[in-house]
């Protein structure tokens, strides 16, 4: 496991080398300041897990200096107070500051160890209770005793003995943020932060932000954190990573060569110290091919390939999915049991799942919030799953009139599926060559062709 890391700031030199030993000694990563200049360089570079500060300092003094950290919004981690001349009036505002306790000097070295040991568990334990309710499903090991599903829970195992980068391919709403997430709990990094990205929500807000919530930012003095400093020490998921721009990949790749990064608008060089886990919903070569993504990221980031296959691939898995949602829905959001008939199950069993586990899911919250029998029967199933999309195997050509006898839905299907293999034939097969010409975002776009039976690969040379 990555070492905790812990910032001393003292000015007396032989405070500073005596608590330093002692913190190594009990297997944390330490780091020393004379004084609060120090401290704020030292604090730009790293965000530490802790902060030990002594009051009374020449210059600044401590309690200015966490005044300074808690106006400018940079107070990431539990700071403890040390103090040879403390008073109960100075002890309460270093806590109106937002300090997490107070000791003091001449210091007893078990009574220091036991804070410290008391303000990172609690400090761990508010990170871990932060959205607790809507992360708990996602830190489930997968779900499903298949042959597909049994081999990639080896295939997590294998991975989390090595700290390397991951690249988990699959459908939208297969899982693969829970593949991540189970990687990372049986990892050596397993007590450290699991910070998830998702990337398409951070690009509606322009590629300038997108940056400063990845590198972070700094701006006359004051830091804004992103992702890898949140993940230092721990695990970075970066769903969907095409979405990254050019300037993104630009950075991304040169902080994962030189194994450190600079914020946007800084001047320090940051040491790394994360395992970098990234998803995608299609083929990211396709991307590569059309000058979308950067082929050298690309190989950095495909050292180990995960594919989590649709469900529709691995459907006797279905039963047991179904009534993991039962009982955690009826768990966690206090929804009504109701059992799954077997007519229904199996008729579920026999679904598509365009929307894979993240639709099953929402269906079970369907049912169980609109049912009102014991039972969920197969035709409340049928009725809640809707009608079929017509699956199309072959094109029309020239549109004949027996079109115009269908229904409006089919009949617009059927000219999607035909416009669409139009397109890809103009397109050679490339997906972002399509994405292009039809205007659409290559995910939606890659949900539709699914839906439509229409595969890519067909139309490329």
Same mark, same amino acid.
């Given at each position: 496991?990555?070492?905790?890391?812990?910032?001393?700031?003292?000015?007396?030199?032989?405070?500073?080398?005596?608590?330093?030993?002692?913190?190594?000694?009990?297997?944390?990563?330490?780091?020393?300041?004379?004084?609060?200049?120090?401290?704020?360089?030292?604090?730009?570079?790293?965000?530490?897990?802790?902060?030990?500060?002594?009051?009374?300092? =020449?210059?600044?003094? &401590?309690?200015?200096?966490? /005044?300074?950290?808690?106006?400018?919004?940079?107070?990431?981690? =539990?700071?403890?107070?040390?103090?040879?001349?403390?008073?109960?009036?100075?002890?309460?505002?270093?806590?109106?500051?937002?300090?997490?306790?107070?000791?003091?000097?001449?210091?007893?070295?078990?009574?220091?160890?036991?804070?410290?040991?008391?303000?990172?568990?609690?400090?761990?334990?508010?990170?871990?209770?932060?959205?607790?309710?809507?992360?708990?499903?996602?830190?489930?090991?997968?779900?499903?005793?298949?042959?597909?599903?049994?081999?990639?829970?080896?295939?997590?195992?294998?991975?989390?003995?090595?700290?390397?980068?991951?690249?988990?391919?699959?459908?939208? &709403?297969?899982?693969?943020?829970?593949?991540?997430?189970?990687?990372?709990?049986?990892?050596?990094?397993?007590?450290?932060?699991?910070?998830?990205?998702?990337?398409?929500?951070?690009?509606?807000? &322009?590629?300038?932000?997108?940056?400063?919530?990845?590198?972070?930012?700094?701006?006359?003095?004051?830091?804004?954190?992103?992702?890898?400093?949140?993940?230092?020490?721990?695990?970075?998921?970066?769903?969907?990573?095409?979405?990254?721009?050019?300037?993104?990949?630009?950075?991304?790749?040169?902080?994962?060569?030189?194994?450190?990064?600079?914020?946007?608008?800084?001047?320090?060089?940051?040491?790394?110290?994360?395992?970098?886990?990234?998803?995608?919903?299609?083929?990211?070569?396709?991307?590569?091919?059309?000058?979308?993504?950067?082929?050298?990221?690309?190989?950095?980031?495909?050292?180990?390939?995960?594919?989590?296959?649709?469900?529709?691939?691995?459907?006797?898995?279905?039963?047991?999915?179904?009534?993991?949602?039962?009982?955690?829905?009826?768990?966690?959001?206090?929804?009504?049991?109701?059992?799954?008939?077997?007519?229904?199950?199996?008729?579920?069993?026999n679904h598509t799942w365009p929307g894979?586990?993240?639709?099953?899911?929402?269906?079970?919250?369907?049912?169980?919030?609109?049912?009102?029998?014991?039972?969920?029967?197969?035709?409340?199933?049928?009725?809640a799953v809707g009608a079929r999309i017509?699956?199309?195997?072959?094109?029309?050509?020239?549109?004949?009139?027996?079109?115009?006898?269908?229904?409006?839905?089919?009949?617009?299907?059927?000219?999607?599926?035909?416009?669409?293999?139009?397109?890809?034939?103009?397109?050679?097969?490339?997906?972002? /060559?399509?994405?292009?010409?039809?205007?659409?975002?290559?995910?939606?776009?890659?949900?539709?062709?699914?839906?439509?039976n229409v595969d890519p690969k067909k139309?490329?040379?």
């Open positions: 496991m990555t070492a905790q890391y812990i910032m001393v700031v003292d000015d007396e030199p032989d405070i500073r080398q005596l608590v330093s030993e002692i913190l190594e000694d009990e297997g944390y990563r330490v780091v020393t300041a004379e004084n609060a200049a120090k401290a704020k360089e030292l604090h730009r570079s790293r965000k530490p897990d802790l902060v030990l500060l002594d009051i009374w300092m =020449p210059g600044q003094d &401590g309690i200015s200096l966490l /005044k300074e950290w808690r106006e400018n919004d940079t107070l990431c981690c =539990p700071v403890i107070m040390m103090s040879g001349h403390g008073t109960i009036e100075t002890a309460v505002e270093a806590t109106k500051l937002g300090a997490q306790d107070f000791i003091e000097k001449p210091l007893s070295m078990a009574k220091m160890l036991l804070t410290i040991s008391n303000a990172l568990r609690a400090s761990q334990l508010e990170k871990e209770n932060r959205g607790l309710r809507k992360q708990i499903s996602n830190s489930l090991e997968p779900v499903g005793s298949s042959q597909t599903m049994q081999r990639l829970r080896e295939q997590a195992k294998r991975i989390a003995q090595h700290d390397t980068r991951v690249l988990l391919y699959g459908e939208p &709403g297969v899982g693969k943020e829970t593949f991540a997430r189970h990687i990372h709990a049986l990892s050596s990094r397993k007590q450290r932060p699991f910070v998830r990205a998702a990337l398409s929500t951070s690009k509606s807000t &322009g590629h300038a932000s997108l940056n400063s919530v990845l590198f972070g930012r700094e701006d006359l003095g004051k830091i804004q954190y992103g992702l890898l400093d949140e993940a230092n020490g721990g695990v970075l998921f970066l769903a969907e990573i095409f979405e990254l721009d050019h300037d993104a990949q630009s950075r991304l790749l040169n902080a994962l060569k030189e194994n450190r990064y600079m914020r946007i608008g800084g001047n320090d060089w940051i040491d790394m110290d994360i395992t970098l886990m990234v998803s995608s919903s299609h083929d990211l070569q396709d991307d590569v091919k059309g000058g979308k993504f950067n082929e050298e990221l690309y190989y950095l980031l495909n050292i180990v390939p995960v594919m989590i296959p649709p469900l529709h691939e691995h459907p006797e898995d279905v039963p047991e999915l179904l009534n993991h949602y039962v009982d955690m829905l009826t768990a966690q959001e206090g929804l009504p049991y109701r059992h799954i008939s077997l007519a229904a199950q199996n008729f579920l069993r894979n586990i993240r639709e099953l899911r929402n269906l079970v919250q369907r049912l169980l919030i609109l049912g009102t029998e014991t039972e969920v029967s197969l035709d409340e199933t049928e009725e017509p699956l199309f195997s072959q094109e029309i050509g020239q549109i004949p009139e027996s079109l115009f006898d269908l229904p409006l839905r089919q009949a617009r299907e059927q000219f999607e599926h035909d416009y669409l293999i139009y397109q890809l034939k103009q397109a050679d097969g490339n997906v972002s /060559k399509l994405a292009d010409q039809v205007k659409m975002e290559r995910t939606h776009l890659y949900r539709k062709m699914r839906s439509l139309y490329g040379r």
